[in-house]
C-alpha cells in the first residue's frame, strides 16, 4: 500500500522559502506522476506542479518563476520549493502521487504553511 | 487555463436522497476529470476517475457521467457520512485546474 509522509516548516516570515519534502513508500516511482497541491485556509484546491519519473516537470503558470519542484528516487522521496513567499501562500500543502495519464490517487497528511511577519 | 464550474456551490439534503453535483469545463477535456470528496479537516479523497470509473473502495452510491464539457457526480442514496465538501478536477491540459467546490449538508 502506497504512503506518502511529507514535512517542513510550517511558519515562514515573508521573502523566505518554503521547502517540503513527501517520502514515498511501498510503491515504484516509474509509472507514475508526482506532484503538489495547496489549499487556503477555508477555500478550495490548486495544483501547483507535477514531476514524472524521468524528471519531467510541469508548474502552474503564474508560480513557475519562484517554484522548484524535483525527485530523489535513491531516497524515494520528492520535494517542493517556493522562493519569495508572501501571506498569500498561506496554505495547506498536500504531496500526490497520480498514474501516468490518471488523476491523483494518493495524497499525503498535508502540511500547513503560515507566511506571517 | 480551463475554467471548471461546479454547481451548486452548496446544497442541504436529506438522508436517502438522491443529489447531484455538475461540473462543466470551459472546453473539451474529453473524459480527464476526477472527482474528489474532502470532510472536514481531513484529506481529499478520490471517488471518481475517468469520469465516469469507481475508485477501488468507493460506496456504489457514488456514481460519475459525463465527457466533453459536462459531467455530474450523483450520491444515490445520501448518507450522513457523505457530508463534506466535493471537487472537481480536470487534467486534459496543464494547468490542472479544479471546480471551486460543493459544501453538501445533510438535513
Known amino acids: 500500500q502506497v504512503q506518502l509522509q511529507q514535512w517542513g516548516a510550517g511558519l515562514l516570515k515573508p521573502s523566505e522559502t518554503l521547502s517540503l519534502t513527501c517520502a514515498v513508500s511501498g510503491g515504484s516511482f516509474s509509472g507514475y506522476f508526482w506532484g503538489w497541491i495547496r489549499q487556503p485556509p477555508g477555500k478550495g484546491l490548486e495544483w501547483i506542479a507535477e514531476?514524472?519519473?524521468?524528471?519531467?516537470?510541469k508548474y502552474k503558470p503564474s508560480l513557475r518563476s519562484r517554484v522548484t519542484i524535483s525527485l530523489d528516487t535513491t531516497k524515494n522521496q520528492f520535494s517542493l520549493r517556493v522562493r519569495s513567499v508572501t501571506a498569500a501562500d498561506t496554505a495547506v500543502y498536500y504531496c500526490?502521487?497520480?498514474?501516468?495519464?490518471?488523476?491523483?490517487?494518493?495524497w499525503g497528511q498535508g502540511t500547513l504553511v503560515t507566511v506571517s511577519s | 487555463d480551463i475554467q471548471m464550474t461546479q454547481s451548486p456551490s452548496a446544497m442541504s439534503a436529506s438522508v436517502g436522497d438522491r443529489v447531484t453535483i455538475t461540473c462543466r469545463a470551459s472546453?473539451?477535456?474529453?473524459?480527464?476529470l476526477a472527482w474528489y470528496q474532502q470532510k472536514p479537516g481531513k484529506v481529499p479523497k478520490r471517488l471518481i476517475y475517468a469520469a465516469s470509473s469507481l475508485q477501488s473502495g468507493v460506496p456504489s452510491r457514488f456514481s460519475g457521467r459525463g465527457f466533453g464539457t459536462e459531467f455530474t457526480l450523483t450520491i444515490s442514496g445520501l448518507q450522513p457520512e457523505d457530508l463534506g465538501t466535493y471537487y472537481c478536477l480536470q487534467h486534459n491540459s496543464y494547468p490542472w485546474t479544479f471546480g471551486q467546490g460543493t459544501k453538501v449538508e445533510i438535513k
Open positions: 514531476i514524472n519519473h524521468s524528471g519531467g516537470t
Open positions: 472546453q473539451d477535456i474529453n473524459d480527464y
Open positions: 500526490v502521487r497520480g498514474p501516468k495519464y490518471s488523476s491523483p490517487d494518493h
